[in-house]
């Protein structure tokens, strides 16, 4: 009747049940999906006992488009590309941190296993070893977006400071300057 098809409808109808009238206004923003969701969805539609609908409802996806999205990078380079970059976005506590890298360190369990076990990346895991061996585990933290007191500062650190500071300042005068010549030629003027 509407020149619309049945999986259309379908899909539609599973956005309404699961988030009403406004699971149907059109996504302005890119929705964010974690590493679990991503392998457990994969998993699910390969074990053959769910349907790709029932898998977007499952999940709650955006569609199956992104389902077969990912199917086609299963079993190739991107699919561990993906799943690093997805484990990378997950925010993983200090606590964690410091009980995998113990596992390793104290406990001998291989990085592999670890990594497996806990959904993070072979080489993420390593780093945080290393981190842990060389300064131990207040670097193991997350500190973005924390600025750190001038006291806590190495003296390199504040000439590096110091120096980006005056770069800044510089490049802004330049395009100061750069644009009053600019004005004082097109009003006629001599520079």
């Known amino acids: 009747m509407y020149g619309v098809e049945s999986t259309a409808i ?3 109808s599973i956005k309404y049940d699961y988030g009403g009238l ?5 996504i302005k923003i890119k929705t964010l999906y974690s590493s679990h969701i991503l392998i457990n969805s994969v998993e699910d539609y390969l074990t053959g006992k769910f349907s790709m609908l029932q898998i977007v409802k499952k999940y709650n996806l955006s569609g199956d488009s992104l389902l077969r999205k990912w199917l086609k990078w299963y079993n190739t380079p991107k699919w561990n590309v993906k799943i690093g970059e ?3 976005r997950e925010k993983i506590s200090k606590d964690d941190k410091i009980k995998m ?6 406990g001998n369990k291989s990085v592999k ?5 806990n959904n993070v990346s072979e080489g993420q895991l390593r780093d945080w070893i290393r981190k842990y061996k060389l300064s131990g585990e207040g670097v193991l ?3 973005r977006g924390i600025k750190k007191d001038e006291s806590q500062l190495s003296n390199e650190e504040i000439l590096k400071k110091r120096n980006k500071e005056l770069e800044d300042k510089n490049r802004r005068l330049e395009a100061e300057l750069l644009l009053l010549k600019k004005l004082k030629l097109l009003e006629g003027g001599v520079i």
Not at 22 to 26: C, M
Not at 101 to 106: E, Y
Not at 113 to 117: G, N
């Open 141 to 143: 933290g997350d500190n």
């Open 10 to 12: 379908h899909r539609w």
């Open 101 to 106: 890298v113990l596992q390793n360190t104290t």
């Open 22 to 26: 406004e699971a149907l206004q059109e």
């Open 113 to 117: 296993k670890i990594a497996t076990e």
């Open 86 to 88: 997805f484990m990378a």
